[in-house]
T-cell receptor, first 113, second 111 residues
């Protein structure tokens, strides 16, 4: 079946530090990959996505590259801000046209000023 | 453009009771998906509705059921509540083959 494994948290960083959150997946076929973010007290928001191998998704300074050879979709940001403190979820859908999402457990990121 | 809304925000029930959660989809969207998010976990797919028909179901028992209405709003019904049903229930709307947009969720507590 389809599953997502992401790096356990919590992760605590200082402002302007580099952030990486690892995500690997197991899937048959050609899944689409996503990163969602959940700010305190809010619902999930799509951060970025990639629908095929070697695609790079990017938004708000965050980037992730769909690596089929390593079945990975690691999230990176070069310089975090306090406002990036949130829970980050890696997710996949089985195919670009099938949006039944499978999520990882989430990684809590806290950025200190 | 109105986003996805859910009601109620919070709900407290006791074991064995039944509950109905509601979701209004974003304008132009015909697909609604429901997810259960237990504390400290990622969301788990419950089921999806497309044009009033169930379009896929996750690993949840039949006491979890749903409806979608002609205006594409949706309900999630849970019968015979158990303590483990305590969770944040998330609704997401989309066009069938497009990105899902999530509502703020309903926090259900079962005592």
């Amino acid at each position: 079946g389809n599953s997502v494994t992401q790096m356990e948290g919590p992760v605590t960083l200082s402002e302007e530090a580099f952030l990486t959150i690892n995500c690997t997946y197991t899937a048959t076929g050609y899944p689409s990959l996503f990163w969602y973010v959940q700010y305190p007290g809010e619902g999930l928001q799509l951060l970025l996505k990639a629908t095929k191998a070697d695609d790079k998704g990017s938004n708000k300074g965050f980037e992730a590259t769909y690596r089929k050879e390593t079945t990975s979709f690691h999230l990176e940001k070069g310089s975090v801000q306090v406002s990036d403190s949130a829970v980050y979820f890696c997710a996949l859908s089985p195919a670009p046209s099938d949006y039944k999402l499978s999520f990882g457990a989430g990684t809590t990121v806290t950025v200190r000023a | 453009e109105t986003g996805v809304t859910q009601s109620p925000t919070h709900l407290i029930k006791t074991r064995g009771q039944q509950v109905t959660l509601r979701c209004s989809s974003q304008s132009g969207h015909n697909t609604v998906s429901w997810y259960q998010q237990a504390l400290g976990q990622g969301p788990q797919f419950i089921f999806q509705y497309y044009r009033e028909e169930e379009n896929g179901r996750g690993n949840f028992p039949p006491r979890f059921s749903g409806l979608q209405f002609p205006n594409y709003s949706s309900e999630l019904n849970v019968n015979a509540l158990e303590l483990d049903d305590s969770a944040l229930y998330l609704c997401a709307s989309s066009s069938l083959t497009d990105t899902q947009y999530f509502g703020p969720g309903t926090r259900l507590t079962v005592l």
